[in-house]
């Protein structure tokens, strides 16, 4: 199986099994506490919502794309919907991937570089995506000064809607 195969293998299955009630939401600390191997032989990434909140942030996402109404309105909201009780692990993938031309582009002009992922922390990010209790507290407090002078920008303005 292909390097890429297998790391969107692992963000499916990952937020397959966060929807199916599989893997509980626990902070990794060991290697070996990072994947549960299923009987399949697939290797499913823990997740946690906490951990997903930290990197929505910290990576940047929130530079274009709000939470509860907080953060940048140049890509879409990506609030969870209340009617949807379980993740769609492969719509998530397929609407990064569909986007990831323009986030690439967006994210070298705005960042002066691509934003990079591991399999494990996108499986992290989708988790909190998808968490309505985790997203009612999340505010615009919790952006880094950074982040908000990025969204501030001239070209952000300029596209702000």
């Avoid at 966060?18 to 626990?26: E, F, L, Q, T, W």
Wanted: proline residues 4%.
């Amino acid at each position: 199986m292909t390097r890429q195969i297998r790391f969107l293998a692992a963000i499916v299955l990952g937020s397959l099994a966060v929807a199916y009630g599989g893997v509980s939401a626990v902070q990794p600390v060991k290697a070996s506490e990072v994947f549960s191997k299923t009987p399949s032989g697939y290797h499913l990434p823990f997740t946690s919502s906490e951990r997903g909140r930290d990197l929505f942030v910290n990576k940047g996402c929130v530079l274009c794309h709000s939470v509860n109404g907080a953060g940048g309105k140049v890509g879409p909201r990506l609030d969870a919907n209340p009617l949807q009780a379980q993740i769609d692990a492969f719509d998530f993938a397929a609407r990064m991937w569909r986007g990831a031309e323009a986030m690439i582009a967006f994210q070298n002009m705005e960042l002066g570089f691509q934003i990079e992922l591991t399999g494990e922390e996108l499986a992290h990010i989708a988790r909190f995506l998808h968490d309505l209790e985790a997203q009612q507290t999340f505010s615009e407090d919790e952006i880094p000064a950074n982040i908000r002078r990025l969204m501030r920008s001239r070209l952000l303005k300029d596209l702000d809607l």
